[in-house]
Protein backbone atom coordinates (compact mmCIF):
# COMPACT_ATOMS: atom_id res chain seq x y z
CA UNK A 1 0.00 0.00 0.00
CA UNK A 2 1.19 3.10 -1.22
CA UNK A 3 1.56 6.65 0.67
CA UNK A 4 -1.83 8.42 0.98
CA UNK A 5 -2.51 11.77 -0.29
CA UNK A 6 -1.98 14.74 2.58
CA UNK A 7 -2.87 17.86 2.32
CA UNK A 8 -0.96 20.92 0.42
CA UNK A 9 0.89 23.73 2.86
CA UNK A 10 -1.51 25.74 2.33
CA UNK A 11 -4.22 24.09 3.72
CA UNK A 12 -2.54 22.72 6.32
CA UNK A 13 -1.74 26.45 7.47
CA UNK A 14 -5.49 27.56 7.22
CA UNK A 15 -6.73 24.84 9.09
CA UNK A 16 -3.85 25.76 11.94
CA UNK A 17 -5.33 29.53 12.04
CA UNK A 18 -8.63 28.92 12.34
CA UNK A 19 -8.07 26.13 15.53
CA UNK A 20 -9.13 23.08 13.67
CA UNK A 21 -5.63 21.47 15.97
CA UNK A 22 -5.52 20.92 19.46
CA UNK A 23 -3.47 22.94 21.41
CA UNK A 24 -1.46 20.50 22.68
CA UNK A 25 1.97 21.46 22.17
CA UNK A 26 2.93 18.04 20.59
CA UNK A 27 -0.01 18.25 18.60
CA UNK A 28 0.87 21.81 17.22
CA UNK A 29 4.59 20.50 16.80
CA UNK A 30 3.69 18.08 14.39
CA UNK A 31 1.71 20.09 12.83
CA UNK A 32 4.27 22.32 12.20
CA UNK A 33 6.99 19.98 11.55
CA UNK A 34 5.11 18.30 8.81
CA UNK A 35 4.19 21.80 7.29
CA UNK A 36 8.22 22.25 6.69
CA UNK A 37 8.58 18.85 5.23
CA UNK A 38 6.48 19.56 2.87
CA UNK A 39 7.81 22.55 2.15
CA UNK A 40 11.75 21.23 2.41
CA UNK A 41 10.21 18.39 -0.33
CA UNK A 42 8.36 19.91 -3.10
CA UNK A 43 9.98 20.65 -6.60
CA UNK A 44 10.05 24.62 -6.38
CA UNK A 45 12.07 24.64 -3.20
CA UNK A 46 16.06 25.12 -3.76
CA UNK A 47 19.17 24.66 -1.14
CA UNK A 48 21.19 27.68 -1.28
CA UNK A 49 25.30 27.92 -0.32
CA UNK A 50 24.76 30.91 1.79
CA UNK A 51 28.06 30.75 3.45
CA UNK A 52 31.99 28.90 3.37
CA UNK A 53 34.86 28.70 5.53
CA UNK A 54 38.20 27.07 5.97
CA UNK A 55 40.34 26.22 8.78
CA UNK A 56 43.70 24.67 9.83
CA UNK A 57 42.30 22.27 12.76
CA UNK A 58 39.04 20.62 12.97
CA UNK A 59 34.99 21.93 12.86
CA UNK A 60 32.17 20.56 14.96
CA UNK A 61 28.38 21.23 14.30
CA UNK A 62 25.53 20.05 16.58
CA UNK A 63 22.12 21.51 16.49
CA UNK A 64 22.51 25.04 14.53
CA UNK A 65 25.51 25.68 16.46
CA UNK A 66 29.15 25.70 14.30
CA UNK A 67 32.06 24.89 16.95
CA UNK A 68 35.92 26.08 16.27
CA UNK A 69 38.73 26.51 17.88
CA UNK A 70 38.16 23.73 20.89
CA UNK A 71 34.42 25.28 21.08
CA UNK A 72 36.14 28.38 22.17
CA UNK A 73 34.16 30.36 19.43
CA UNK A 74 30.67 29.33 18.72
CA UNK A 75 28.53 30.41 14.95
CA UNK A 76 24.63 29.89 15.19
CA UNK A 77 23.47 28.89 11.89
CA UNK A 78 20.13 29.33 12.26
CA UNK A 79 20.14 32.93 10.62
CA UNK A 80 19.72 33.63 6.65
CA UNK A 81 23.89 33.56 7.14
CA UNK A 82 25.55 32.27 10.05
CA UNK A 83 26.62 35.04 12.36
CA UNK A 84 29.05 34.60 15.78
CA UNK A 85 27.22 33.63 18.94
CA UNK A 86 30.31 34.04 21.53
CA UNK A 87 33.96 33.92 21.51
CA UNK A 88 35.39 32.62 24.58
CA UNK A 89 38.79 34.03 25.76
CA UNK A 90 42.46 32.57 24.93
CA UNK A 91 43.76 29.96 27.13
CA UNK A 92 46.55 27.68 27.29
CA UNK A 93 46.84 24.57 26.07
CA UNK A 94 46.77 22.93 29.09
CA UNK A 95 43.13 24.65 29.17
CA UNK A 96 41.63 23.67 25.90
CA UNK A 97 38.42 21.88 25.75
CA UNK A 98 38.94 18.32 24.72
CA UNK A 99 35.86 16.63 24.62
CA UNK A 100 32.03 18.35 24.49
CA UNK A 101 28.03 17.15 24.89
CA UNK A 102 25.39 19.44 24.18
CA UNK A 103 22.68 19.28 26.99
CA UNK A 104 18.69 20.79 26.73
CA UNK A 105 16.89 21.09 29.21
CA UNK A 106 14.12 18.95 30.50
CA UNK A 107 10.45 19.31 30.09
CA UNK A 108 8.36 19.46 33.36
CA UNK A 109 11.49 19.72 36.01
CA UNK A 110 11.69 22.07 38.46
CA UNK A 111 15.31 23.03 38.21
CA UNK A 112 17.34 25.77 41.20
CA UNK A 113 18.57 28.71 38.57
CA UNK A 114 16.60 30.30 35.84
CA UNK A 115 19.91 29.71 33.29
CA UNK A 116 19.57 25.56 34.03
CA UNK A 117 16.34 26.17 31.23
CA UNK A 118 18.40 27.14 28.28
CA UNK A 119 20.70 24.94 26.76
CA UNK A 120 24.38 23.69 28.32
CA UNK A 121 27.43 23.05 26.40
CA UNK A 122 29.31 20.09 29.13
CA UNK A 123 33.21 20.18 28.82
CA UNK A 124 35.74 18.72 29.59
CA UNK A 125 39.16 20.27 29.50
CA UNK A 126 42.77 19.19 29.12
CA UNK A 127 43.56 19.71 33.34
CA UNK A 128 40.78 16.98 34.24
CA UNK A 129 38.38 20.03 34.63
CA UNK A 130 34.16 19.35 34.01
CA UNK A 131 32.29 22.47 32.66
CA UNK A 132 29.14 23.61 32.12
CA UNK A 133 28.85 26.72 29.50
CA UNK A 134 26.38 28.35 28.76
CA UNK A 135 25.36 27.51 24.95
CA UNK A 136 24.55 31.14 23.93
CA UNK A 137 26.76 33.57 25.57
CA UNK A 138 30.07 30.77 26.19
CA UNK A 139 29.63 31.68 30.02
CA UNK A 140 30.94 29.02 32.59
CA UNK A 141 28.12 28.39 34.97
CA UNK A 142 29.51 25.19 37.02
CA UNK A 143 33.01 23.86 37.02
CA UNK A 144 33.90 20.50 38.72
CA UNK A 145 37.84 19.22 39.28
CA UNK A 146 37.64 15.52 38.55
CA UNK A 147 41.11 14.18 40.00
CA UNK A 148 45.07 14.14 39.16
CA UNK A 149 45.90 10.50 39.27
CA UNK A 150 45.07 9.77 35.90
CA UNK A 151 43.55 12.04 32.69
CA UNK A 152 40.13 12.30 31.43
CA UNK A 153 39.48 12.39 28.28
CA UNK A 154 36.00 11.93 26.49
CA UNK A 155 32.73 12.01 27.42
CA UNK A 156 29.58 10.43 26.16
CA UNK A 157 25.87 10.03 27.31
CA UNK A 158 24.82 7.24 30.04
CA UNK A 159 21.78 8.18 29.53
CA UNK A 160 20.87 10.81 26.93
CA UNK A 161 20.28 14.26 28.55
CA UNK A 162 20.46 12.54 32.18
CA UNK A 163 23.79 11.04 32.93
CA UNK A 164 27.06 11.22 31.82
CA UNK A 165 29.84 9.14 31.66
CA UNK A 166 33.67 10.84 31.90
CA UNK A 167 36.35 8.10 30.52
CA UNK A 168 40.26 8.25 31.40
CA UNK A 169 42.87 7.68 29.01
CA UNK A 170 44.08 4.37 29.08
CA UNK A 171 46.67 3.59 31.73
CA UNK A 172 50.00 2.34 29.94
CA UNK A 173 52.70 3.18 33.01
CA UNK A 174 55.55 4.66 32.30
CA UNK A 175 58.00 3.78 30.07
CA UNK A 176 60.60 1.87 32.47
CA UNK A 177 57.45 -0.55 33.66
CA UNK A 178 56.82 -1.07 30.04
CA UNK A 179 60.36 -2.03 29.41
CA UNK A 180 60.34 -4.50 32.74
CA UNK A 181 57.35 -5.45 31.73
CA UNK A 182 55.42 -4.52 34.58
CA UNK A 183 51.71 -4.42 34.33
CA UNK A 184 49.23 -1.98 35.24
CA UNK A 185 46.03 -3.34 36.49
CA UNK A 186 44.07 -0.51 36.01
CA UNK A 187 43.20 0.11 32.61
CA UNK A 188 40.97 2.58 33.08
CA UNK A 189 38.23 5.13 35.13
CA UNK A 190 34.58 6.06 34.12
CA UNK A 191 33.71 9.00 36.23
CA UNK A 192 29.53 8.75 36.03
CA UNK A 193 27.61 12.01 36.88
CA UNK A 194 23.26 13.27 36.91
CA UNK A 195 23.22 16.25 35.23
CA UNK A 196 21.49 19.37 36.27
CA UNK A 197 21.81 19.94 39.14
CA UNK A 198 25.12 17.95 38.89
CA UNK A 199 25.53 15.19 41.24
CA UNK A 200 28.33 12.50 41.80
CA UNK A 201 27.26 8.74 41.21
CA UNK A 202 30.87 7.50 41.53
CA UNK A 203 34.40 6.74 39.98
CA UNK A 204 35.12 3.19 39.00
CA UNK A 205 37.94 1.63 37.70
CA UNK A 206 37.86 -1.57 35.31
CA UNK A 207 40.87 -3.42 36.95
CA UNK A 208 42.54 -5.82 34.94
CA UNK A 209 42.79 -8.42 37.75
CA UNK A 210 39.00 -8.74 37.95
CA UNK A 211 38.20 -8.50 34.42
CA UNK A 212 40.82 -10.31 32.80
CA UNK A 213 43.00 -9.26 29.79
CA UNK A 214 40.28 -6.36 29.11
CA UNK A 215 41.61 -4.08 26.05
CA UNK A 216 38.27 -1.35 26.43
CA UNK A 217 35.01 -0.68 28.59
CA UNK A 218 32.54 1.90 28.24
CA UNK A 219 29.18 2.64 29.79
CA UNK A 220 25.72 3.06 28.12
CA UNK A 221 22.02 3.07 29.62
CA UNK A 222 23.61 1.69 32.96
CA UNK A 223 25.33 -1.22 31.36
CA UNK A 224 28.99 -1.52 31.92
CA UNK A 225 30.71 -3.35 28.32
CA UNK A 226 33.84 -4.75 28.74
CA UNK A 227 35.72 -5.74 25.78
CA UNK A 228 38.30 -7.83 24.99
CA UNK A 229 40.80 -8.56 22.11
CA UNK A 230 39.15 -12.33 21.13
CA UNK A 231 36.69 -10.61 20.18
CA UNK A 232 34.84 -11.29 23.43
CA UNK A 233 31.88 -8.41 24.55
CA UNK A 234 30.55 -8.91 28.47
CA UNK A 235 27.72 -6.72 29.40
CA UNK A 236 27.17 -5.81 33.26
CA UNK A 237 24.73 -4.04 35.34
CA UNK A 238 26.29 -0.89 36.43
CA UNK A 239 23.72 -0.01 39.18
CA UNK A 240 24.43 -3.84 40.75
CA UNK A 241 28.05 -2.77 40.85
CA UNK A 242 27.39 0.58 42.16
CA UNK A 243 25.27 -1.24 44.90
CA UNK A 244 27.81 -4.05 46.07
CA UNK A 245 31.02 -1.86 45.47
CA UNK A 246 30.93 1.93 46.38
CA UNK A 247 33.13 2.16 48.93
CA UNK A 248 31.52 5.68 50.30
CA UNK A 249 28.85 7.84 49.08
CA UNK A 250 30.18 10.96 48.07
CA UNK A 251 28.81 14.43 47.44
CA UNK A 252 29.91 17.58 45.64
CA UNK A 253 30.91 20.49 47.64
CA UNK A 254 31.14 18.44 50.36
CA UNK A 255 34.22 17.74 52.96
CA UNK A 256 35.37 14.48 52.94
CA UNK A 257 38.40 12.43 54.36
CA UNK A 258 39.93 9.97 51.95
CA UNK A 259 42.88 7.96 52.40
CA UNK A 260 44.74 10.33 55.39
CA UNK A 261 43.89 13.53 53.23
CA UNK A 262 41.17 15.55 53.91
CA UNK A 263 39.39 18.16 51.01
CA UNK A 264 36.25 19.52 48.98
CA UNK A 265 34.71 16.99 46.73
CA UNK A 266 34.87 17.91 42.96
CA UNK A 267 37.12 20.44 44.13
CA UNK A 268 41.21 21.49 43.29
CA UNK A 269 43.88 19.84 44.19
CA UNK A 270 41.73 17.27 46.24
CA UNK A 271 38.91 16.26 43.42
CA UNK A 272 36.91 13.24 43.51
CA UNK A 273 38.36 9.77 44.84
CA UNK A 274 37.83 6.66 43.34
CA UNK A 275 34.79 5.28 44.89
CA UNK A 276 33.57 2.45 43.14
CA UNK A 277 36.46 -0.42 43.34
CA UNK A 278 35.58 -3.94 42.42
CA UNK A 279 36.76 -6.81 44.60
CA UNK A 280 35.03 -9.36 42.57
CA UNK A 281 33.64 -10.73 38.94
CA UNK A 282 30.30 -8.77 39.23
CA UNK A 283 27.31 -10.75 37.66
CA UNK A 284 27.09 -11.55 34.11
CA UNK A 285 23.83 -9.94 32.36
CA UNK A 286 25.26 -11.57 28.46
CA UNK A 287 28.66 -11.89 26.42
CA UNK A 288 28.76 -12.35 22.77
CA UNK A 289 32.08 -13.07 21.09
CA UNK A 290 32.21 -11.03 16.79
CA UNK A 291 34.66 -10.17 14.45
CA UNK A 292 36.24 -7.11 15.92
CA UNK A 293 33.93 -6.58 18.59
CA UNK A 294 30.77 -5.33 16.61
CA UNK A 295 28.06 -5.47 18.67
CA UNK A 296 24.49 -4.07 18.54
CA UNK A 297 20.93 -4.79 19.86
CA UNK A 298 17.50 -3.45 18.89
CA UNK A 299 14.29 -4.97 17.20
CA UNK A 300 11.08 -5.69 18.76
CA UNK A 301 11.71 -7.86 20.58
CA UNK A 302 15.48 -7.46 21.43
CA UNK A 303 17.73 -9.26 18.62
CA UNK A 304 21.49 -8.26 18.33
CA UNK A 305 23.55 -7.98 15.13
CA UNK A 306 27.03 -9.77 15.44
CA UNK A 307 29.65 -10.64 12.46
CA UNK A 308 30.85 -14.16 12.68
CA UNK A 309 34.44 -13.90 15.01
CA UNK A 310 36.19 -14.96 11.74
CA UNK A 311 37.91 -13.01 9.40
CA UNK A 312 36.57 -14.89 6.34
CA UNK A 313 33.42 -13.69 7.39
CA UNK A 314 33.95 -9.92 7.06
CA UNK A 315 31.24 -8.42 5.73
CA UNK A 316 28.18 -11.50 7.30
CA UNK A 317 26.06 -10.34 9.48
CA UNK A 318 23.70 -12.25 12.01
CA UNK A 319 20.35 -11.65 13.43
CA UNK A 320 19.98 -13.34 16.72
CA UNK A 321 16.98 -13.38 19.51
CA UNK A 322 18.70 -11.95 22.63
CA UNK A 323 16.60 -13.90 24.57
CA UNK A 324 18.25 -17.43 23.40
CA UNK A 325 20.62 -16.66 20.68
CA UNK A 326 18.48 -18.32 18.09
CA UNK A 327 19.09 -17.03 14.61
CA UNK A 328 16.51 -15.25 13.08
CA UNK A 329 15.10 -16.60 9.95
CA UNK A 330 16.58 -15.04 6.93
CA UNK A 331 18.88 -13.72 9.78
CA UNK A 332 22.02 -14.01 7.90
CA UNK A 333 22.62 -11.03 5.81
CA UNK A 334 24.88 -10.64 3.46
CA UNK A 335 25.58 -8.21 0.49
CA UNK A 336 26.78 -9.40 -2.54
CA UNK A 337 29.16 -6.60 -3.66
CA UNK A 338 32.84 -6.36 -4.77
CA UNK A 339 34.25 -2.90 -3.32
CA UNK A 340 37.14 -1.81 -1.50
CA UNK A 341 34.83 -0.11 1.20
CA UNK A 342 32.66 -3.04 3.35
CA UNK A 343 29.02 -2.55 3.81
CA UNK A 344 27.52 -1.60 6.91
CA UNK A 345 24.27 -2.55 8.98
CA UNK A 346 22.79 -1.06 12.23
CA UNK A 347 19.14 -0.85 13.89
CA UNK A 348 16.96 1.99 12.57
CA UNK A 349 16.98 4.92 14.42
CA UNK A 350 13.71 5.70 14.40
CA UNK A 351 12.87 2.90 16.77
CA UNK A 352 11.12 1.14 14.12
CA UNK A 353 12.53 -2.37 15.27
CA UNK A 354 14.00 -2.61 11.53
CA UNK A 355 17.51 -2.32 10.11
CA UNK A 356 19.48 -0.48 7.54
CA UNK A 357 21.76 -2.28 5.47
CA UNK A 358 23.97 -0.21 3.60
CA UNK A 359 26.31 -0.87 0.73
CA UNK A 360 27.91 1.05 -2.37
CA UNK A 361 24.87 0.62 -4.39
CA UNK A 362 21.65 0.09 -2.53
CA UNK A 363 20.60 1.08 0.92
CA UNK A 364 17.51 -2.06 2.23
CA UNK A 365 15.49 -1.38 4.98
CA UNK A 366 14.88 -4.62 6.77
CA UNK A 367 11.66 -5.54 8.83
CA UNK A 368 11.94 -8.09 11.84
CA UNK A 369 8.30 -9.39 12.13
CA UNK A 370 7.29 -12.91 13.29
CA UNK A 371 6.60 -16.40 11.65
CA UNK A 372 3.40 -16.85 10.41
CA UNK A 373 2.03 -19.52 12.61
CA UNK A 374 4.92 -19.36 15.09
CA UNK A 375 5.33 -16.20 17.72
CA UNK A 376 7.92 -17.56 19.01
CA UNK A 377 10.57 -17.40 15.96
CA UNK A 378 11.28 -13.96 13.86
CA UNK A 379 12.03 -13.62 10.66
CA UNK A 380 13.53 -10.95 8.60
CA UNK A 381 12.42 -9.63 5.44
CA UNK A 382 12.71 -6.41 2.75
CA UNK A 383 10.80 -3.65 3.73
CA UNK A 384 12.14 -1.18 0.82
CA UNK A 385 15.71 -0.97 -0.96
CA UNK A 386 17.17 2.22 -2.16
CA UNK A 387 19.27 2.04 -5.67
CA UNK A 388 21.98 4.01 -6.95
CA UNK A 389 21.39 5.47 -9.87
CA UNK A 390 23.80 3.77 -12.97
CA UNK A 391 24.05 2.67 -16.09
CA UNK A 392 24.99 -0.61 -17.79
CA UNK A 393 29.01 -0.15 -18.20
CA UNK A 394 29.79 0.87 -21.88
CA UNK A 395 33.49 -0.36 -21.66
CA UNK A 396 32.14 -4.36 -20.93
CA UNK A 397 32.46 -6.66 -23.27
CA UNK A 398 34.15 -4.61 -25.65
CA UNK A 399 35.60 -6.73 -28.84
CA UNK A 400 39.16 -6.41 -29.57
CA UNK A 401 40.61 -6.99 -33.42
CA UNK A 402 43.96 -9.26 -33.28
CA UNK A 403 46.42 -8.18 -36.19
CA UNK A 404 45.50 -11.91 -37.38
CA UNK A 405 42.05 -10.24 -38.02
CA UNK A 406 41.09 -12.45 -34.97
CA UNK A 407 37.88 -10.59 -32.57
CA UNK A 408 38.65 -11.32 -29.17
CA UNK A 409 35.76 -10.27 -26.52
CA UNK A 410 37.42 -8.75 -23.56
CA UNK A 411 35.11 -9.51 -20.41
CA UNK A 412 35.54 -7.44 -16.98
CA UNK A 413 33.49 -5.65 -14.10
CA UNK A 414 34.05 -2.53 -12.35
CA UNK A 415 34.08 -2.88 -8.68
CA UNK A 416 30.72 -1.66 -7.07
CA UNK A 417 32.31 1.23 -5.39
CA UNK A 418 33.68 2.55 -8.33
CA UNK A 419 34.30 6.40 -8.08
CA UNK A 420 32.72 6.35 -12.23
CA UNK A 421 29.76 4.86 -10.71
CA UNK A 422 27.17 6.85 -8.66
CA UNK A 423 28.31 5.34 -4.71
CA UNK A 424 26.65 5.60 -1.26
CA UNK A 425 28.77 6.89 0.77
CA UNK A 426 26.67 8.76 3.89
CA UNK A 427 23.08 7.92 5.34
CA UNK A 428 21.60 9.66 7.91
CA UNK A 429 18.10 9.77 9.58
CA UNK A 430 16.19 13.49 10.10
CA UNK A 431 14.17 12.32 12.58
CA UNK A 432 11.40 15.19 13.06
CA UNK A 433 11.04 15.47 9.60
CA UNK A 434 10.86 11.49 9.08
CA UNK A 435 13.13 11.61 6.03
CA UNK A 436 16.23 9.38 5.70
CA UNK A 437 18.98 11.84 3.46
CA UNK A 438 21.32 9.22 0.90
CA UNK A 439 24.61 11.12 0.23
CA UNK A 440 25.74 9.82 -3.58
CA UNK A 441 28.74 10.35 -4.86
CA UNK A 442 29.97 10.21 -8.79
CA UNK A 443 33.66 11.03 -10.41
CA UNK A 444 33.56 12.88 -13.62
CA UNK A 445 36.73 13.78 -15.35
CA UNK A 446 38.96 14.83 -12.12
CA UNK A 447 36.39 15.72 -9.85
CA UNK A 448 33.70 14.03 -7.40
CA UNK A 449 30.02 15.34 -7.85
CA UNK A 450 27.89 14.71 -4.95
CA UNK A 451 23.93 15.63 -4.29
CA UNK A 452 21.17 14.89 -1.22
CA UNK A 453 18.56 12.68 -1.79
CA UNK A 454 15.60 12.92 0.79
CA UNK A 455 13.45 10.08 1.06
CA UNK A 456 10.23 9.09 2.91
CA UNK A 457 11.16 6.79 5.74
CA UNK A 458 8.44 4.71 5.42
CA UNK A 459 7.99 3.92 1.91
CA UNK A 460 11.69 4.75 0.32
CA UNK A 461 10.34 6.82 -2.09
CA UNK A 462 12.83 9.70 -3.83
CA UNK A 463 11.26 13.39 -2.33
CA UNK A 464 13.94 15.50 -3.42
CA UNK A 465 17.43 15.50 -4.80
CA UNK A 466 19.94 18.63 -3.61
CA UNK A 467 22.95 19.17 -5.79
CA UNK A 468 26.46 20.10 -3.62
CA UNK A 469 27.97 22.82 -5.60
CA UNK A 470 31.54 21.42 -4.28
CA UNK A 471 33.40 18.98 -6.01
CA UNK A 472 33.85 15.86 -3.64
CA UNK A 473 36.87 14.03 -3.74
CA UNK A 474 36.45 10.38 -2.15
CA UNK A 475 39.97 10.35 -0.94
CA UNK A 476 38.99 12.81 1.49
CA UNK A 477 37.22 12.44 5.25
CA UNK A 478 33.50 14.27 4.41
CA UNK A 479 30.40 14.34 6.99
CA UNK A 480 27.03 16.01 6.11
CA UNK A 481 24.07 16.95 8.11
CA UNK A 482 20.92 17.50 7.26
CA UNK A 483 18.68 19.42 9.84
CA UNK A 484 15.19 20.63 8.83
CA UNK A 485 15.82 23.31 6.60
CA UNK A 486 19.59 23.12 6.70
CA UNK A 487 22.52 21.21 5.00
CA UNK A 488 26.31 21.47 6.17
CA UNK A 489 29.18 19.91 4.59
CA UNK A 490 32.59 19.56 6.89
CA UNK A 491 35.36 18.34 4.19
CA UNK A 492 38.58 17.24 5.83
CA UNK A 493 41.55 17.73 3.17
CA UNK A 494 45.40 16.52 3.25
CA UNK A 495 47.60 18.70 5.60
CA UNK A 496 44.63 19.09 7.89
CA UNK A 497 42.67 21.92 5.82
CA UNK A 498 39.04 21.89 6.97
CA UNK A 499 36.30 23.03 4.83
CA UNK A 500 32.93 24.19 5.99
CA UNK A 501 29.54 24.18 3.51
CA UNK A 502 26.23 25.53 4.81
CA UNK A 503 23.17 25.54 2.67
CA UNK A 504 20.15 26.77 3.46
CA UNK A 505 16.44 26.40 2.43
CA UNK A 506 16.02 29.25 0.30
CA UNK A 507 13.17 31.86 -0.26
CA UNK A 508 11.15 30.96 -3.28
CA UNK A 509 9.10 33.80 -5.25
CA UNK A 510 7.94 31.61 -8.12
CA UNK A 511 5.52 28.94 -6.01
CA UNK A 512 3.18 27.09 -8.34
CA UNK A 513 -0.54 27.84 -8.02
CA UNK A 514 -1.36 24.79 -7.51
CA UNK A 515 0.94 24.03 -4.74
CA UNK A 516 -0.78 27.43 -2.84
CA UNK A 517 -4.68 26.92 -3.41
CA UNK A 518 -5.88 30.91 -2.69
CA UNK A 519 -2.90 33.01 -3.72
CA UNK A 520 0.26 33.57 -1.98
CA UNK A 521 1.56 33.03 1.36
CA UNK A 522 1.14 35.87 3.86
CA UNK A 523 4.46 36.49 4.84
CA UNK A 524 3.03 38.42 8.26
CA UNK A 525 -0.25 37.13 9.00
CA UNK A 526 -2.70 39.37 11.66
CA UNK A 527 -2.50 38.70 14.96
CA UNK A 528 -6.26 36.99 14.59
CA UNK A 529 -4.19 34.23 12.85
CA UNK A 530 -4.11 32.53 16.20
CA UNK A 531 -1.06 30.12 16.33
CA UNK A 532 1.10 31.23 13.79
CA UNK A 533 4.06 31.08 16.04
CA UNK A 534 7.77 30.06 14.17
CA UNK A 535 8.50 26.70 13.59
CA UNK A 536 10.35 25.20 16.87
CA UNK A 537 14.44 25.02 17.09
CA UNK A 538 16.14 23.05 15.20
CA UNK A 539 16.52 19.03 15.70
CA UNK A 540 17.37 16.81 18.45
CA UNK A 541 19.21 13.79 16.97
CA UNK A 542 21.27 13.07 13.83
CA UNK A 543 22.62 9.23 13.39
CA UNK A 544 25.19 10.00 10.06
CA UNK A 545 26.04 6.65 9.10
CA UNK A 546 28.59 5.24 6.65
CA UNK A 547 31.47 2.92 6.39
CA UNK A 548 34.00 5.06 7.19
CA UNK A 549 34.32 4.61 11.03
CA UNK A 550 37.33 7.06 11.78
CA UNK A 551 37.59 6.61 15.06
CA UNK A 552 35.60 4.88 17.81
CA UNK A 553 32.61 5.28 19.42
CA UNK A 554 31.06 4.42 22.53
CA UNK A 555 28.42 1.68 22.63
CA UNK A 556 24.70 3.45 22.90
CA UNK A 557 21.59 1.18 23.62
CA UNK A 558 18.28 2.98 22.84
CA UNK A 559 16.56 2.29 25.27
CA UNK A 560 15.46 3.27 29.27
CA UNK A 561 14.93 0.16 30.00
CA UNK A 562 16.11 -1.55 33.27
CA UNK A 563 18.95 -3.72 33.86
CA UNK A 564 16.74 -6.44 34.79
CA UNK A 565 14.55 -5.63 31.54
CA UNK A 566 17.62 -6.03 29.59
CA UNK A 567 17.30 -9.94 29.31
CA UNK A 568 12.89 -10.00 28.94
CA UNK A 569 12.81 -9.15 25.39
CA UNK A 570 9.09 -9.28 25.54
CA UNK A 571 7.53 -5.72 24.73
CA UNK A 572 10.29 -3.36 25.80
CA UNK A 573 11.32 -0.22 23.91
CA UNK A 574 13.88 -1.33 21.20
CA UNK A 575 17.79 0.03 21.73
CA UNK A 576 20.90 -0.30 19.25
CA UNK A 577 24.21 -0.66 20.26
CA UNK A 578 25.33 2.19 17.55
CA UNK A 579 28.62 3.81 17.16
CA UNK A 580 28.76 7.39 18.53
CA UNK A 581 29.72 7.15 21.24
CA UNK A 582 31.89 7.23 18.89
CA UNK A 583 30.67 4.26 17.29
CA UNK A 584 28.61 3.38 18.73
CA UNK A 585 26.70 8.74 13.53
CA UNK A 586 25.54 8.70 14.96
CA UNK A 587 22.71 8.16 12.53
CA UNK A 588 23.38 10.66 12.34
CA UNK A 589 25.14 10.24 13.06
CA UNK A 590 28.47 9.86 13.22
CA UNK A 591 32.96 9.63 14.53
CA UNK A 592 35.39 11.96 16.29
CA UNK A 593 37.88 13.69 15.32
CA UNK A 594 39.59 13.28 18.99
CA UNK A 595 41.74 9.87 19.38
CA UNK A 596 40.41 6.69 20.84
CA UNK A 597 41.66 3.57 21.73
CA UNK A 598 41.10 1.25 18.83
CA UNK A 599 39.09 -1.61 21.02
CA UNK A 600 36.93 0.76 21.72
CA UNK A 601 35.55 1.03 17.75
CA UNK A 602 35.01 -3.21 17.58
CA UNK A 603 31.91 -2.79 19.88
CA UNK A 604 30.26 -0.46 17.81
CA UNK A 605 28.38 0.09 14.01
CA UNK A 606 30.51 1.57 11.92
CA UNK A 607 28.48 4.87 10.74
CA UNK A 608 30.22 7.61 8.77
CA UNK A 609 33.58 9.49 8.75
CA UNK A 610 35.19 11.32 11.64
CA UNK A 611 32.73 13.35 13.10
CA UNK A 612 29.69 13.21 15.71
CA UNK A 613 25.82 11.87 15.66
CA UNK A 614 24.30 13.22 19.03
CA UNK A 615 28.08 13.92 20.39
CA UNK A 616 29.81 16.71 20.04
CA UNK A 617 33.82 16.01 18.96
CA UNK A 618 36.26 17.54 19.62
CA UNK A 619 37.12 20.39 16.96
CA UNK A 620 39.92 22.93 16.34
CA UNK A 621 39.63 26.11 14.13
CA UNK A 622 41.05 29.65 14.58
CA UNK A 623 38.34 31.98 14.60
CA UNK A 624 39.86 35.31 12.55
CA UNK A 625 38.09 34.75 9.50
CA UNK A 626 33.98 34.69 11.21
Not at 597 to 609: D, G, I
Amino acid sequence: MGPSQKPNVCRRLSRRALGFFSRDAGVVQRTNLGILRALVCQESTKFKNVWTTHSKSPIAYERGRIYFDNYRCCVSSVASEPRKLYEMPKCSKSEKIEDALLWECPVGEMLPNTSDYKSSLIALTAHNWLLRISATTGKVLEKIYLASYCKFRYLSWDTPQEVIAVKSAQNKGSALAQQAGIQQPVLLYLAVFHVLPFSLIGILEINKKIFGSVTDATLSHGILIVMYSSGLVRLYSFQAITEQFMQQKLDLGCACRWGGTTGTVGEAPFGIPCNIKITDTPPLLFEVSSLENAFQIGGHPWHYIITPNKKKQKGVFHICALKDNSLAKNGVQEMECCSLESDWIYFHPDASGRIIHVGPNQVKVLKLSEVENNSAQHQISEDFVILANREKNKNENLPTVTASGRVVKKSFNLLDDDPEQETFKIVDYEDELDLLSVVAVTQIDAEGKAHLDFHCNEYGTLLKSIPLVESWDVTYSHEVYFDRDLVLHIEQKPSRVFSCYVYQMAHVKDFKQTDFLGGAVVRNPPASAEDTGSIPGLGRCHMLRSNWAGAPQLLSLHSRASVPQLLKPASLEPFSATREATATRSPHTTTRSSPRSPQLEKACVQQRRPNTAKKLKLKKKSCNNL
